[in-house]
């Protein structure tokens, strides 16, 4: 199966579990509108990296991606949980997210910040339940992803971003941290959790988040570019926000060529740890995709 088919077999494989995992039934009418808006925003578009990165490495370690459904549909709604927080007016305060009106926009303020709480749980609930893993693969899941969500994760990489907005003093070693956590922590758990799902070793699992981590910081520093380059409807959201939110970037430090340059080497050695990982076709086309991507 050739790279683009594979992608797209991924890609409605984690469209379908979605769905599922989160369908309306008699028992929770009364929750229609809160599941409305969980379904508006992951059902929004967007490129599904993190889950395709979850089949990825479960394949490249010699397990059936399909048995890691839960585990990369966990992650999609984790990510969408925090881009319909990042969207309120509390925080980045955008009204468009992938070319369409963002949550708050279509759901009230109140019913997006549920939706986004409703999501960072769910995931957790869909891997405890699932029955094509083993007790123990359940545990290293809900841990890592855990840990890659909160204080030390994710949620704490938006805390520095947020702080760093009313700061001068903000350099490369700040912005690397920035992104490892916002950014990173979420796509080295994606690689992670394949792993697991096929039940890799712990030194496959730590060459997946080296890699991981790599591709993470390249892929940041793209979506700095393509702030200052790209256009709404390309992007699907407002450019140029980063500038009007006194933000701190790649671009800001070393312009458009310097910051492109930085992502290149960062490819290159993320490219470099997959040479370590015997089946690696597939996921050396989709971090050169990454790399080349206009949105």
Not at 229 to 237: F, N, Q, T, V
Request: contains cysteine; aromatic residues 8%.
């Amino acid at each position: 199966m050739n790279f683009n088919d594979k992608l797209r077999e991924y890609v409605e494989f984690t469209e379908s579990n979605l769905k599922r995992y989160n369908a309306h039934s008699p028992e929770t009418e009364p929750q229609k509108t809160l599941i409305d808006a969980m379904n508006y925003s992951l059902e929004a578009g967007g490129k599904r990296i993190r889950p395709v990165l979850v089949y990825a490495f479960c394949e490249a370690f010699g397990g059936d991606y399909r048995t890691a459904a839960a585990s990369a549909c966990a992650i999609e709604m984790i990510h969408t949980f925090s881009l319909i927080h990042d969207d309120l007016p509390a925080m980045d305060d955008d009204d468009f997210r992938r070319g369409k009106p963002s949550c708050h926009k279509a759901f009230g303020e109140a019913a997006a910040i549920l939706a986004g709480d409703a999501l960072s749980v769910l995931p957790f609930e869909i891997i405890a339940d699932d029955e094509q893993l083993s007790a123990e693969q359940k545990v290293k899941l809900i841990s890592a992803l855990a840990r890659a969500t909160g204080k030390s994760g994710m949620i704490g990489g938006q805390v520095i971003d947020m702080e760093n907005e009313q700061r001068a003093d903000v350099d490369e070693a700040n912005l690397r941290n920035m992104y490892r956590r916002k950014t990173g922590e979420l796509i080295a758990v994606s690689c992670v959790m394949g792993g697991i799902c096929a039940g890799a070793s712990d030194e496959e699992l730590a060459a997946a988040a080296e890699y991981a981590f790599n591709l993470g910081l390249a892929f940041q520093i793209i979506d700095d570019v393509l702030d200052v380059i790209s256009s709404d409807e390309e992007l699907g959201k407002p450019v140029g926000s980063d500038a009007n939110e006194n933000k701190t970037t790649f671009v800001t430090l070393y312009g458009v060529e310097g910051a492109m340059k930085n992502a290149s080497e960062i490819t290159d050695r993320a490219m470099k740890i997959l040479e370590g990982i015997e089946n690696n076709a597939f996921l050396r086309e989709f971090t050169e995709m990454l790399l080349r991507r206009k949105k």
